[in-house]
């Protein structure tokens, strides 16, 4: 999945646009819940080194809160590192360049979403 479409998934099935914070990182896009402004996605472009990768290029990412107990199992997986300057016990980096499962990622955004969702409030349509 690369980040135009996963920008765009983000608008539609989320409801949110991004929040670009930083002058020196215009292109760090922030997803946050409307309700408690707690981030669950943050998109960026990196050197390949940042994440160990060989090359001189610059590669997208994105960070996405996980369950800790899941954390280990989805580092083994393609595309997935540790997270970029982020805390690496609740937060995984995934690469947007193909190499990263579509369906794991998918799976991942939708759990970092819940998981930073404001508290008594269920998924989609469910009781509050």
Do not use: C
Not at 7 to 33: I, K, M, S, T
Not at 43 to 71: F, S, Y
């Amino acid at each position: 999945m690369e980040r135009e479409e996963l920008e765009q998934l983000l608008r539609e099935e989320y409801g949110v646009e991004p929040d670009y914070p930083w002058l020196d990182a215009p292109d760090y896009g922030v997803f946050r819940h409307n309700a408690n402004r707690k981030w669950f996605a943050l998109i960026m472009t990196l050197p390949k080194n940042r994440l160990g990768l060989a090359g001189e290029g610059k590669i997208d990412v994105i960070n996405l809160k996980v369950d800790p107990i899941l954390l280990g199992s989805v580092l083994h997986e393609p595309g997935f590192f540790p997270a970029y300057h982020m805390s690496k016990t609740h937060w995984v980096t995934a690469a947007l360049d193909g190499s990263a499962d579509r369906e794991r990622l998918l799976w991942l955004l939708d759990m970092s979403f819940e998981m930073t969702r404001p508290k008594g409030k269920r998924k989609k349509g469910g009781a509050i």
